[in-house]
């Protein structure tokens, strides 16, 4: 399922990042890597606020809608 | 040992600059955001000169995707720092490691410097500082930059590891395979790149990083030799080489972690920064949240009887200007006579009272006489009185000159019988009479409580009239005004004292005026603004330090993604708020190119510190009732960017999706008190130097071509049309005729505005100096009625075309260094231009046919371009170009 579906306050291990482009690689860089723990802090018409390693990453939808849980 | 340059390298917002500012004692702009630091920074250790300490942009990690980590990442590589001081965040160690274990590959003495530990220990938290120097294999400190702790210990460490020039073991990050194919590919470049960087090259070509292979120059043919084990591994598992090198980074560090930090069992599952991202950032209310917290700024800053008005008449009338007194002095303690025992404010109503009743007699005397002995008798007798006055005077002293009396009672037996009826005193704003106050005790308490007294029977609150007779006007013309340096603790204004100091000194009119009124009076109204402007910027400091500015970009992500631009665009137009010429560099923070060039052209458009200069002055000369003009200002330079955006979005310069949106969200802390009156004062200094570097020889040159004419002659006050400015202005004041300032004045003002904004406030000051009016607000407020019949529209046109369009000279030249390339310069000051002229006739031209005013050949152009511009808004989109895809990190 994909991490934007999610309630928020929930907390979730990333299975894989689908795409193989430059987002993904700046979504891992931030921490978004297989086996990472992320928590859905808020959503608000579309952009999402999740937790991941100890800092809060401000994601858009089609991001969020490609991160895996 | 020549220079030591020591790197400060790290994460985005984990305190590199606040630790640069530590070390050198310099003053560079810190943020709660990330992306404050855009280039490479130099400074000085303190105490040791031959250390350079270097702050670099923050990155995430080595394989940079926007131009300000370019600039990091290259200097690492390939300029390569003696030393590299690396900061990681110690309240997130595990996204920071990862750049740690990168930038320990590169082969450079390092060391970490754990920051934010006050932060840490405040949450419960422990880390083994030893132990994580065992695992990475480089000294490890713990240090708050913010507090100043450790920090010197921590660039003593990173000085000494550079003069040893010598790194330790390097971590076994990777496992496996991965590793076995590292190894081989490390052993085959062996001689081809140099010793140290040799495992960072081995990584590069395993990710077949085809950028740093270049750089690295490593041959084809070893790439070709290795390619089999690189897919080897791949097939083995299961996944790219590059998200290998990524998973194995985060496990080792997931390892590493592990042991070193203890965390505390107390930590609350929802953090209260958490929380109030939940309110802030809210389907609904994020956006009224938003534009309410402009609406409280502006209110500080510019509202009628608000602080910033407060304070801003105190510095033009007081400090800068007469005088002023010092707060609850304004007792006559010194006068004697008619004012004794009076306060300041009650001798001024008094004296407008008795100079009314003088005035208001002497018209209807000269009627009276005129009445009697025909029309322009009473002018005649004047001037025959005033030439045998003059025949028989006698100079007392030297220098005693014949001044011609204004009022003489030349028929004694006439002004016995003439009664001024109904004389009252006007009020300022409405030209009303004022109403009577009275002194019973049922008006008065309702006066305190702030409540409108009627009815009480005693007249209280009615028109406050009055008849004169002869005996009572000679009574009046006794009333001097009063002298306020005669009542309590007065201080004079720094304008008074140059005045009397040049005075003193005898210099001619001539010099007096250029020094008061040229130079002295646009600098003046300048300075004014400090207050202002201290506000503007006490608040954005406030918002930026606690973190709530980074959460504006995420909010404005939503509606800015509606024309292509992604919410980070935001983050360079807060910027631009406080000046224009950093919120240009800050979208270097933007990956593509194109949406990097569209944000330069946009985000000049928020009115920043210099126009906010423009809207106080106009606010608070023609908008006093408006509360709502100044924000307004604020959200009309929001509604152009966005729409603006949606036009460019759909020309075929910049067609396409916008990139996507990440950007890590600083946690709110409560800023200190001395963080935000340290990035307030440095702007307001800024500002004030600005007056005195730029504003004042601006002002010097102005005053100079308004008072002499093409021969260089000096002309009179009166004889200002005949001088080279009138005559400039006048060339090119056709321009701004649509715009309903079509005069010399207007085109100078806003011409000499591309200067520095505020200087539009410093010459319309100047020019208006010869119009009617007590006060430079007054002055200008005649200056805009002498335009035409709609001196508000004209105002409202004036400041609008002022704000938007092109910034400063400054701020130019700044777009097209960021641009690269000049037509994209060109583009954008000729889309600014045209975005302020169009707006500006729009409402003048709109405005003036709703006010009544007729229509003619400019309203029709105004509606045309007005359509025009709706066209390029509301037309169907093109598809993206081909050519403009998203670049990635060159």
């Known amino acids: ?69 | 040992m020549a220079n030591i340059k020591i790197a400060l390298a790290g994460n985005p917002n984990c305190g590199k600059t606040t630790l640069f500012n530590d070390l050198t004692g310099s003053d560079q702009y810190v943020g709660n955001w990330p992306g404050v630091t855009v280039e490479k920074k130099d400074g000085r250790l303190k105490g040791a000169h031959d250390v350079v300490i270097q702050d670099l942009p923050g990155i995430y990690s080595l394989s940079p995707y926007s131009l300000e980590e370019v600039v990091a990442r290259n200097y690492l590589v390939n300029e390569k720092p003696d030393a590299i001081l690396n900061i990681v965040d110690g309240s997130n160690l595990e996204r920071n490691l990862y750049l740690t274990t990168q930038l320990l590959e590169l082969g450079l003495p390092m060391v970490v410097a754990v920051n934010m530990m006050d932060v840490v220990k405040r949450n419960g938290d422990k880390i083994d500082a030893t132990r994580l120097s065992k695992s990475l294999g480089c000294p490890v400190v713990e240090i708050s930059a913010l507090k100043g702790e450790g920090t010197r210990e921590a660039a003593e460490l990173a000085l000494a590891e550079a003069k040893k020039g010598v790194k330790g073991e390097r971590p076994h990050v990777f496992t496996g395979s991965v590793e076995h194919a590292l190894a081989h590919i490390e052993e085959s470049l062996h001689g081809k790149v140099e010793n140290a960087t040799s495992r960072w090259a081995a990584i590069k070509v395993f990710e077949r990083d085809k950028k740093a292979i270049e750089t690295l120059g490593v041959p084809a043919d070893i790439i070709s030799h290795v390619e089999d084990h690189i897919t080897d591994c791949e097939k083995e598992m299961d996944d790219d080489a590059e998200s290998i090198i990524t998973t194995q980074r985060y496990n080792y560090i997931q390892g590493i972690v592990g042991t070193v930090l203890t965390r505390s069992s107390r930590r609350a599952s929802t953090s209260l920064s958490d929380k109030i991202d939940k309110f802030v950032t809210h389907r609904i209310l994020a956006l009224p949240i938003f534009i309410l917290s402009l609406c409280v700024m502006w209110w500080l800053a510019v509202a009628e009887k608000g602080p910033g008005t407060i304070l801003t008449d105190w510095a033009n009338d007081g400090f800068l200007g007469d005088g002023w007194h010092l707060p609850f002095t304004t007792h006559a303690c010194k006068v004697d006579g008619k004012y004794k025992d009076m306060e300041f404010e009650d001798a001024q109503g008094e004296f407008a009272k008795q100079d009314a009743s003088k005035s208001k007699w002497e018209e209807t005397y000269k009627e009276s006489y005129n009445a009697k002995n025909g029309e322009g008798s009473y002018d005649k007798a004047l001037e025959a009185f005033n030439e045998k006055a003059k025949a028989e005077f006698k100079p007392e002293k030297e220098g005693d000159e014949f001044e011609a009396s204004e009022f003489e009672v030349l028929d004694e037996a006439l002004a016995k019988t003439v009664v001024a009826k109904d004389v009252f005193v006007e009020d300022e704003e409405t030209g009303e009479p004022v109403a009577k106050e009275c002194d019973c005790e049922k008006c008065s308490k309702k006066r305190e409580a702030g409540e409108e007294c009627d009815g009480c029977g005693c007249g209280c609150g009615e028109p406050d009239k009055w008849d004169v007779d002869y005996a009572a006007y000679q009574k009046a013309k006794e009333w001097e005004e009063p002298d306020p340096s005669q009542f309590g603790v007065w201080v004079p204004g720094i304008g008074a004292l140059l005045g009397d100091g040049l005075d003193k000194l005898g210099v001619g009119e001539t010099v007096k005026s250029l020094v008061v009124d040229g130079a002295w009076g646009g600098v003046a109204t300048v300075l004014g603004f400090v207050p202002v402007i201290t506000i503007v910027f006490l608040f954005l400091a406030f918002l930026e330090d606690c973190g709530y500015m980074a959460r504006v970009a995420f909010i404005m992500d939503r509606i800015f993604r509606k024309f292509g631009l992604s919410g980070k665009s935001f983050i360079p137009m807060i910027v631009g708020k406080g000046c224009g010429v950093p919120a240009v560099m800050a979208a270097r923070t933007i990956e593509s190119e194109r949406d990097r060039r569209m944000t330069i052209i946009l985000s000049t458009f928020i009115p920043c510190g210099a126009k906010t200069v423009i809207i106080a002055m106009f606010a608070a000369i023609f908008f006093r009732e408006m509360w709502y003009v100044a924000p307004l200002m604020d959200v009309i330079g929001i509604a152009i960017i966005v729409l603006g955006g949606i036009a460019l979005k759909k020309s075929r310069f910049f067609a396409g999706e916008a990139a996507p949106f990440v950007m890590e969200l600083p946690a709110y802390h409560m800023p200190t008190f001395g963080g935000i009156f340290h990035h307030t004062w440095n702007r307001v200094k800024g500002y004030m130097l600005k007056a005195g570097v730029i504003i004042f020889p601006a002002c010097v040159f102005l005053w100079f071509i308004m008072h002499f004419d093409w021969h260089f002659n000096l002309l009179a006050d009166e004889a200002i049309e005949q001088s080279m400015l009138h005559d400039m202005g006048s060339w090119i004041a056709w321009f701004f005729a649509p715009l309903g300032f079509g005069s010399w004045q207007g085109a100078a003002a806003s011409v000499s505005a591309e200067i520095a904004k505020e200087q539009a406030t410093a010459t319309l000051g100047l020019v208006a100096a010869n119009m009617d009016g007590a006060s430079t607000a007054a002055q200008i407020s005649n200056l805009f009625a002498s335009f035409g019949d709609f001196p508000k529209l004209a105002a409202m046109s004036f400041m609008l075309f002022n704000l938007f369009v092109p910034p400063c000279m400054v701020a130019i030249a700044t777009t097209f260094r960021e641009m690269g390339a000049a037509k994209w310069g060109w583009f954008a000051i000729a889309f600014q231009l045209f975005v302020g002229y169009a707006l500006a006739l729009s409402v003048y031209q709109i405005g003036v046919l709703i006010a009544g005013g007729g229509f003619g050949v400019w309203t029709a152009v105004a509606i045309l371009v007005d359509l025009w511009v709706l066209w390029t808004i509301f037309r169907p989109a093109r598809k993206a170009n081909g050519e403009l895809k998203l670049e990635n990190g060159k």
Do not use: Q, W
């Open chain 1, 1 to 69: 399922m994909p991490i934007a579906l999610m309630s928020i306050g929930s907390r979730h291990r990333v299975k894989a990042v689908k795409g193989n482009d430059v987002a993904r690689k700046r979504l891992a860089t931030m921490g978004f890597v297989e086996g990472a723990e992320v928590t859905v802090i808020a959503h608000s018409a579309g952009n999402y606020i999740l937790g991941v390693c100890d800092s809060r990453v401000a994601v858009d939808e089609a991001l969020a809608m490609r991160i895996l849980v």
